[in-house]
Nanobody, 127 residues
Framework: QVQLVESGGGSVQTGGSLRLSCAAS????????MAWFRQASGKEREGVAV????????FYADSVKGRFTISLDNAKGTVYLQMNILQPEDTAMYYC????????????????????WGQGTQVTVSS
């Protein structure tokens, strides 16, 4: 089993920054891939960033590329999402997720590819 706990959400103004953290515990072999998803009110959950825990490769959705950075501290078992130049459309509940096997291509942004989920942390960006 893997447990994921997110933190770091909050309210910022347009153009501001936030750093989300996801503390992971449990079977390390069960989380070859870690990802951040988000779900805005009334919308489907979407993947925004993925990191391979063994090789460190990172991938981003087009909507956040160049603004968000996913990183991993293996010693701490923590995944981060640095979010810069935040926009009102970034407002959402942000979730950390883990997958036993890294999905490839567009599948890496699909919720069904991930086995474990955190409880989420709210990010609100005001104009």
């Amino acid at each position: 089993q893997v447990q994921l706990v997110e933190s770091g959400g909050g309210s910022v103004q347009t153009g501001g920054s936030l750093r989300l953290s996801c503390a992971a515990s449990g079977a390390t072999y069960s989380r070859d891939c870690m990802a951040w998803f988000r779900q805005a009110s009334g919308k489907e959950r979407e993947g925004v960033a993925v990191i391979h825990t063994r090789g460190g490769s990172t991938f981003y959705a087009d909507s956040v590329k160049g603004r968000f950075t996913i990183s991993l501290d293996n010693a701490k078992g923590t995944v981060y999402l640095q979010m810069n130049i935040l926009q009102p459309e970034d407002t959402a509940m942000y979730y950390c997720a883990a997958s036993r096997v890294c999905p490839y291509g567009v599948s890496r942004y699909r919720t069904e590819q991930y086995n474990y989920w955190g409880q989420g942390t709210q990010v609100t960006v005001s104009s």
